[in-house]
């Protein structure tokens, strides 16, 4: 005898309920295979008049995990890169055509949840070369990181590196439970790249510098 919660499956009676945990469990493993999609990244790339520059080879790095490239393609003539999906994290962008005059821009970025455009404005190459550089020796600077009240940023990240993203020359830092962290200087100017919850604030400290205060924006 069939009870009224009992169906008939190839000659076998099956619950509806055992039904109800196999239609569960296959649509679990539709979800699981679905493709996973991120935050909608747009990188558009300008000269330095703010028009569109094409053919500049671009890089996206996710600094979650050193030594990963995301993306290496050239700029169309709307000086666009296809579009990345990313989850959250730091990542950087560089855009770099030595041989054709421009200068190599770096900059980092923060993914969340809402979609973000990072523009590069390329500058022309100085008409005459740096020379040869030499070190005499470290640096450093005292850096407090606060919040946008003013209270110490505890544990925030700090990225530090020259502006032509010298490898050997990048280092991280944590700030102290004051928001206080000691870095090297490693170039003229050095870039500061601070990453606290969902802010991120570069700055340009030259040589030089003792002591200097991040503030946090407001998100």
């Given at each position: 005898?069939?009870?009224?919660d009992d169906t008939e499956l190839d000659g076998n009676f099956v619950s509806a309920g055992t039904n109800d945990m196999r239609y569960l469990s296959l649509l679990l493993t539709f979800v699981a295979l679905a493709?996973?999609?991120?935050?909608?990244?747009?990188?558009?790339?300008?000269?330095?008049?703010?028009?569109?520059?094409?053919?500049?080879?671009?890089?996206?790095?996710?600094?979650?995990?050193?030594?990963?490239?995301?993306?290496?393609?050239?700029?169309?003539?709307?000086?666009?890169?296809?579009?990345?999906?990313?989850?959250?994290?730091?990542?950087?962008?560089?855009?770099?055509?030595?041989?054709?005059?421009?200068?190599?821009?770096?900059?980092?970025?923060?993914?969340?949840?809402?979609?973000?455009?990072?523009?590069?404005?390329?500058?022309?190459?100085?008409?005459?070369?740096?020379?040869?550089?030499?070190?005499?020796?470290?640096?450093?600077?005292?850096?407090?990181?606060?919040?946008?009240?003013?209270?110490?940023?505890?544990?925030?990240?700090?990225?530090?590196?020259?502006?032509?993203?010298?490898?050997?020359?990048?280092?991280?830092?944590?700030?102290?439970?004051?928001?206080?962290?000691?870095?090297?200087?490693?170039?003229?100017?050095?870039?500061?790249?601070?990453?606290?919850?969902?802010?991120?604030?570069?700055?340009?400290?030259?040589?030089?510098?003792?002591?200097?205060?991040?503030?946090?924006?407001?998100?």
């Open positions: 005898m069939v009870g009224a493709p996973q999609t991120g935050t909608k990244v747009t990188i558009k790339i300008q000269d330095a008049s703010g028009a569109p520059l094409k053919d500049e080879l671009v890089i996206v790095q996710d600094l979650n995990k050193p030594g990963t490239d995301l993306l290496r393609a050239l700029s169309d003539q709307n000086g666009d890169v296809p579009l990345l999906e990313l989850g959250h994290g730091v990542f950087r962008v560089i855009a770099t055509y030595p041989y054709r005059g421009w200068k190599t821009q770096v900059s980092e970025f923060l993914v969340r949840d809402k979609p973000i455009t990072v523009s590069l404005q390329i500058q022309p190459m100085p008409t005459h070369g740096y020379g040869d550089v030499v070190t005499v020796g470290s640096s450093f600077a005292n850096l407090q990181v606060v919040r946008s009240d003013g209270q110490p940023a505890s544990g925030a990240s700090v990225l530090v590196r020259d502006e032509d993203n010298t490898l050997f020359l990048e280092r991280s830092y944590k700030t102290d439970e004051k928001g206080m962290v000691k870095i090297e200087l490693v170039g003229d100017p050095t870039v500061v790249v601070v990453v606290y919850g969902d802010a991120l604030v570069t700055q340009r400290l030259p040589s030089g510098t003792s002591n200097r205060v991040v503030r946090l924006s407001k998100n």
